[in-house]
């Protein structure tokens, strides 16, 4: 298959501190890959890397057979490559609605094959709200929102702008079992619509029952890479979560 | 309220403003409304980046001032009708304000606010050594005799003037909060990375929010040496200027086109009434007073009070 996300030798650092240092990544086109590390290992850098928030020092990011280097995030997402924030970001001074509005607007509207009407944005928003279940709040604005609720949104913000490329990052982070199930239902329904599904998160079940594939980062540094049963079996993994 | 309709019962405001003011008779009522319709176009304009983008800008001043003085170099050079000072009075703001974004506008909060105030000191320190605008001495401008179209005094027309700049600062400010424009300026207000994310060009908006802003307060200033005949960096880059432009929409509430009008009419009328009944000096402290009584009383400002003061889009 295809690579839809190939980075290459990459490398961030803070000062001193070597956040990442040249990791190899492929994902495939439609595939679902589950992305996992203890706590600083430097997932999310790799993310904001990825999604441009950040500048890598050394290496590349290609998507979509397109080299992404100095691109500013907005026209990455606007190629095809959306991401959710690990802690909910939602434009507090709008509704529900509104929100899902925006990359509707800025992102599907600003791709040269579609122009959504007012009518069609309005439909799609609807659509978007029903299919993660914030239907009956679209009216509300984001402080009335539940945990669950914002990540949600969260997500059906990133869905609104019709991506290739989803990364969810820690998206069940401190949610109940139920609920966790729920944004589990969702990512799975978006990888049957053809979308690629990175998935960042420390619920081993979530990871576990969605990936097809696992990568391991510890440190900065890749440490693992295969389907989900292998990489939990080897020795290095487990001696980086669990210790000697 | 559709945008053509909006503009329409503006013009007739305008109308209905300058009809009333047909039968004042003393010209100092033209005086004091100037400043009030100049302060309207300021605060509208002050909004545009610090109430819908949230970028607090301080240059006030500097944006002001620039307009007044492209009109003492083009009345240097060849008194060009009024139309013209305001529009060059905005393109030079304008460029200076697309300028200055693109310098400034990756610092947020209070880094962004120092940068512009510091703008508006190099602006003075620059014109303050330029002798051919009369440098710190200041410039004497002799008004035309008459004013064009009516036979009311100078004041009169340059009250006009204003009027029909405010309404159409207004009218541009409106228009922005209800466009695509304005959705995108309130997603940098609420989270510059999300809206960034969410496909929006924030650079590019942020450029667009400074320069129509600073376009506006350019022509706000534009008419400026005529209207004081004596024109000289400490007037012109008054910092008393910045500090009502900011409070103004902070006491209307920022949070649509009609706060900063309340704000400026209600302020500036306070300041006016205040400078000839108790004293001039004590102008500013007026605003200081007033502008803590609303941020302890009324956050959202007078539109606040009427349920209005949730910030509010249409899609």
């Known amino acids: 298959m295809e690579a839809l996300l190939r980075v290459e030798n990459l490398g961030k650092r803070f000062g001193g501190f070597v956040a990442l240092e040249s990791i190899d990544l492929d994902v495939a086109q439609g595939e679902r890959l589950g992305l996992i590390g203890p706590n600083g290992s430097g997932k999310s850098t790799l993310v904001n890397c990825i999604s441009g928030t950040l500048r890598n020092e050394t290496g590349t990011v290609q998507f979509d057979n397109r080299r992404m280097d100095g691109l500013p995030p907005h026209q990455r997402t606007r190629l095809g490559l959306a991401r959710s924030f690990q802690l909910p970001k939602p434009f507090h001074s709008m509704t529900v609605a509104e929100n899902l509005h925006v990359p509707l607007l800025y992102t599907v509207n600003a791709r040269h094959e579609t122009h959504l009407s007012n009518a069609a944005i309005d439909r799609r928003v609807e659509e978007l709200l029903q299919q993660v279940g914030l239907a009956e709040k679209s009216g509300r604005r984001p402080r009335d929102l539940t945990q669950i609720e914002m990540r949600k949104l969260e997500l059906a913000r990133a869905m609104a702008a019709a991506p290739k490329l989803l990364i969810a990052d820690e998206a069940m982070a401190g949610l109940s079992n139920a609920e966790v199930d729920d944004i589990l239902t969702l990512l799975v329904k978006l990888s049957e619509q053809g979308i690629t599904v990175v998935l960042i998160e420390h619920i081993m079940r979530a990871v576990m029952s969605f990936s097809q594939r696992l990568v391991v980062l510890v440190a900065g540094r890749k440490l693992a890479d295969g389907p989900p049963q292998d990489v939990m079996r080897n020795p290095e993994v487990v001696r980086a979560y669990l210790g000697e | 309220m559709r945008t053509w309709i909006f503009w329409l019962v503006a013009a007739a405001v305008v109308a209905g403003i300058f009809g009333l003011t047909r039968f004042v008779t003393n010209d100092y009522f033209f005086f004091a409304g100037y400043v009030v319709l100049q302060y309207v176009v300021m605060a509208t304009a002050w909004n545009i980046l610090g109430g819908y983008t949230g970028y607090v800008n301080f240059g006030t001043a500097g944006f002001y001032a620039l307009g007044a003085y492209s009109s003492v170099v083009l009345h240097k050079l060849f008194e060009p009708p009024m139309v013209v000072l305001i529009l060059a009075g905005g393109l030079v703001s304008g460029v200076v304000g697309l300028g200055m974004g693109y310098l400034t506008l990756r610092l947020r909060g209070v880094f962004f606010a120092i940068a512009t105030l510091a703008l508006a000191i190099v602006l003075e320190t620059l014109i303050t050594n330029w002798d051919y605008v009369g440098g710190s001495r200041g410039v004497y401008i002799i008004r035309p005799a008459a004013a064009p179209f009516f036979q009311g005094g100078y004041i009169q027309y340059l009250f006009l003037v204003m009027l029909i700049l405010a309404g159409m600062a207004v009218c541009v400010a409106r228009s922005i909060e209800h466009s695509k424009l304005g959705y995108g300026l309130a997603t940098i207000r609420d989270d510059e990375l999300a ?70 009419v209600f302020l500036a009328t306070v300041q006016q009434v205040a400078t000839v009944t108790i004293s001039s000096a004590l102008n500013l402290l007026f605003v200081g007073v007033i502008l803590v009584s609303f941020v302890v009383i009324a956050p959202n400002g007078i539109i606040g009070w009427f349920g209005r003061g949730k910030r509010r889009r249409q899609g």
């Open chain 2, 195 to 264: 809206a960034e994310t969410a496909g929006v060009p924030t650079l590019k908006l942020k450029l667009i929010a400074t320069v129509l802003s600073g376009a506006l307060m350019g022509m706000a200033g534009a008419p400026l040496p005529y209207y004081i005949t004596y024109l000289d960096p400490s007037s012109a880059f008054n910092l008393a200027l910045a500090v009502n432009s900011i409070a103004m929409p902070m006491v209307g509430g920022t949070a649509n086109w009609i706060g900063p009008v309340l704000g400026a």
